[in-house]
Each structure stands twice: as structure tokens, then as C-alpha cells.
Nanobody, 119 residues
Framework: QVRLVESGGGSVQAGGSLRLSCAAS????????MRWYRQAPGKQRDLVAG???????QYADSVKGRFTISKDNVENTVYLQMNGLKPEDTAVYYC?????????????WGQGTQVTVSS
């Protein structure tokens, strides 16, 4: 079983920055893709950013140029650096990591971390 632990959320004023972290632990053999999603109250969960094993990244249009996703292959950790935060970035942020465990594929979710941006 692969467990994800998120950290780094909080409250900031518009224009501020936060860095989210998500660490995978357990029976991880390899990781295929690491993603960040967010869900605002009353809305669906949307993809924010993703990074593949070879380092290819993708971003939602709403965060391009402001957010940066990166990873540490040794620590099985994915990061989301968020700069220029806007009130509309307020949401619960979830990480999702997929790959191969020691005996089978896995796709796990983090517990979620609240990001609140005030104007």
C-alpha cells in the first residue's frame, strides 16, 4: 500500500506564495506520474498540474506562469510552488501519484491541504 502525505497549505494574501509538498511512502517500486488537483467549495475537482517520470510537465491554463510543479525522485516527493496567488486559487489541493508497487500498480490520493487566498 502506498500512502501520500501532503503539507504546506495555509492562508496568504493575494500576490503571495505557498509551496505544497506530497511525499509517497510504502511499497513504491516506480512512479509514472504525479499530479496536483484542487477542489473549491461546490465545484468539481480539477487538474492543476502534472509531471511524468521523464519530467514532462503540464499545467491548467489558469495557473500557467504562476505555478511550478517539480519532483524529487529519491524522496518520491512532488512539489507545487505557487506564486502570484489569487483569491480564485482558494481550494483544497490534493496530490495524486500513480505507478508500480512491489507487486501491483497503484494510484493514491493525498489527504488534501487547504489553500486560502484573501484579497
Amino acid at each position: 500500500q502506498v500512502r501520500l502525505v501532503e503539507s504546506g497549505g495555509g492562508s496568504v494574501q493575494a500576490g503571495g506564495s505557498l509551496r505544497l509538498s506530497c511525499a509517497a511512502s510504502g511499497r513504491v517500486f516506480s512512479i509514472t506520474v504525479m499530479r496536483w488537483y484542487r477542489q473549491a467549495p461546490g465545484k468539481q475537482r480539477d487538474l492543476v498540474a502534472g509531471i511524468t517520470r521523464d519530467g514532462t510537465t503540464q499545467y491548467a491554463d489558469s495557473v500557467k506562469g504562476r505555478f511550478t510543479i517539480s519532483k524529487d525522485n529519491v524522496e518520491n516527493t512532488v512539489y507545487l510552488q505557487m506564486n502570484g496567488l489569487k483569491p480564485e486559487d482558494t481550494a483544497v489541493y490534493y496530490c495524486n501519484i500513480a505507478g508500480m508497487g512491489l507487486t501491483s500498480p497503484f494510484a493514491s490520493w493525498g489527504q488534501g491541504t487547504q489553500v486560502t487566498v484573501s484579497s
